[in-house]
């Protein structure tokens, strides 16, 4: 996993979105993503109540770009295609007998869209607009026009009715993202007395995007490698939801997501990956996908979830195939066992518990009362070293208190009584136990464990090695990453972490194995 940074790309989008973040408070995350599915040639909805700045939102991203122009509406059912796609051409229509509108300043001719309360729209303009948002067309009169619209900021109070004719349009918003109002204290009276006009284009000209860069950066996005790690954690990702669907409780609150957004999902990924200066994608980056799954707020919290314990759990763990390895770790464990360790089976003499917590005196005599002594005294008795002990009878009662010690022989008690020793066997019975002799391996069954050590120690090896030479490097940028919180660093960090430990623990166990049967 080589990981390549390009500093010049990464100190220009960091200077630009400080500047668009200016004077903003709490619209950090709206900024930053608005402008991350802009350069991705994407959508993005926003969800919220009004004047929470949604529409600042959209003012500021069009001062990221140098050349073009923005084009912003607040729709309502009133609302007609004339308005958002231009007027008729009446000097062609008279003229040339041609049904076309004129687009200069209005959506088609825009390269920065906002339309506000998205939903009202009618449905001339819900095609019109699918069309758009599908393949960056505007069928103009009888002609298919190329739009150059960079990015497409949509924003309502309210989602979709559920089964409308609009659940087309939302299906094309990759990101999606609820904006509230200001939460921190100190951050709302900042707000409420700061005097600087948010609305004024402030940002520096050598730092906004021109038409020839974002085309230059568009090509270069599409070379960004996507390494086996995020390939991993999105297809856990996506089994993740499709579990959590086939619940039977979830059968009205589907995750449903098509693969034509699984593709724009990766396009954001090396987006976000070329922004920040990197040549692959990594697994900070996948935390973006949060954003992109949703389909109402309710789910948001199950889709952190599935996305959190997906980059924690299995990110570089199926990187490096440990299931595979640990299985196969396993597996030689177990072959060599079944050769070197041969179990046999002995019959044996045990005593026999009564009442799980007393042992049986067999006496012939009637010399003292008392026939069962407690196990846990038994077992503290020592030979030529008598104690004091209980005895019970057979309905165990305490009967009697004598000395006693374990006799000579296996089995057996010494009991005092009367300045006279008696010795007294115990009840046994007979029982099977199960005995393991190693035997030494034949020297060609020893070759062949000898190879396959050695492979699987140096697959471990390899897997080792490329953790210990790019997680410095994966590490040290992964809390700076400028679309994602650097809190969630530490997930990253936890998965790294413990599947090193883990590759480390299957070498440990190598060495116990190859000491087995080299040692027999």
Same mark, same amino acid.
């Given at each position: ?21 200016? %004077? ?7 900024? $930053? ?13 926003? /969800? ?27 729709? *309502? ?17 008279? !003229? ?12 088609? %001719? ?54 409308? *004719?609009?659940? +087309? ?45 974002? =085309? ?26 499709? #579990?959590? &669907?086939?619940? +039977?409780?979830?059968?009205? $609150? ?15 990924? =090396? ?26 707020? *309710? ?49 044996? *003499? ?25 196990? $846990? ?6 030979? !030529? ?12 009662? /305490? ?7 374990? %006799? ?9 009584? &009367? ?5 007294? +066997?115990?009840?046994? =019975? ?21 190879? =396959? ?18 997680? +410095? ?24 972490? #413990? ?22």
């Amino acid at each position: 996993m080589s990981i390549a940074i390009d500093h010049t790309v990464r100190t220009k989008v960091a200077a630009l979105l400080n500047g668009l973040c200016r %004077g903003l408070y709490e619209r950090e995350e709206a900024v $930053k993503l608005a402008l991350l599915s802009a350069i991705a040639g994407e959508s993005i909805f926003l /969800l919220g109540p009004p004047g929470v700045g949604k529409s600042l939102i959209a003012r500021r991203l069009k001062y990221a770009f140098r050349e073009g122009s923005s084009f912003e509406y607040l729709m *309502s059912k009133f609302s007609t295609p004339d308005e958002i796609f231009g007027p008729v051409s009446i000097k062609k229509l008279k !003229e040339e007998d041609k049904y076309e509108r004129l687009t200069d300043r209005y959506l088609p %001719g825009a390269n920065i869209v906002f339309l506000d309360e998205i939903w009202k729209a009618g449905p001339a303009i819900q095609n019109a607009l699918l069309t758009i948002l599908n393949e960056k067309i505007y069928r103009n009169g009888g002609e298919d026009m190329q739009v150059n619209i960079r990015g497409i900021i949509t924003a309502s109070n309210e989602l979709p009715p559920r089964n409308s *004719s609009l659940d +087309p349009i939302w299906d094309r918003f990759l990101l999606r993202l609820e904006v509230g109002n200001i939460r921190q204290f100190r951050n709302f009276l900042n707000m409420i007395t700061d005097t600087k006009d948010v609305y004024e284009d402030d940002i520096d000209e050598g730092l906004k995007l021109t038409e020839e860069e974002l =085309r230059n950066w568009s090509e270069r996005i599409d070379e960004v490698e996507v390494p086996a790690e995020v390939l991993n954690t999105i297809q856990v990702v996506k089994v993740r939801m499709e #579990e959590y &669907n086939a619940r +039977p409780n979830n059968a009205d $609150k589907l995750i449903t997501v098509h693969d034509r957004r699984w593709k724009k999902i990766v396009r954001l990924l =090396r987006t976000s990956a070329f922004l920040n200066g990197r040549a692959q994608v990594d697994l900070m980056d996948c935390f973006l996908m949060v954003h992109c799954l949703w389909s109402k707020p *309710s789910q948001m919290d199950i889709i952190r979830e599935i996305v959190t314990e997906a980059i924690r759990r299995h990110g570089y763990t199926m990187a490096v195939n440990l299931q595979v390895v640990k299985r196969e770790v396993s597996d030689f464990e177990e072959d060599v066992d079944n050769e070197i360790k041969v179990k046999h089976t002995i019959s044996e *003499s045990q005593l026999m518990p009564v009442e799980e917590e007393y042992y049986e005196l067999l006496k012939e005599d009637d010399k003292f009362e008392g026939v069962l002594i407690n196990i $846990k005294q038994f077992r503290k008795l020592q030979m !030529e070293e008598a104690e004091v002990v209980n005895f019970y009878d057979k309905e165990l009662n /305490l009967v009697n208190r004598l000395k006693a010690q374990k %006799g000579a022989r296996q089995f057996t008690i010494d009991v005092f009584y &009367n300045s006279e020793r008696y010795t007294y +066997p115990l009840r046994t =019975r007979q029982a099977e136990r199960t005995e393991v002799i190693f035997k030494k391996p034949h020297p060609i069954v020893a070759q062949h464990w000898d190879e =396959r050590l050695q492979r699987l120690n140096a697959y471990l090896d390899q897997q080792l090695e490329k953790i210990r030479n790019n997680a +410095p490097n994966e590490l040290n940028h992964l809390d700076e990453n400028l679309f994602v919180d650097a809190e969630l660093s530490d997930v990253v960090k936890a998965n790294l972490r #413990e599947v090193a430990e883990a590759l480390q623990n299957l070498k440990l166990r190598l060495e116990k194995v190859q000491y087995g049967y080299g040692n027999v």
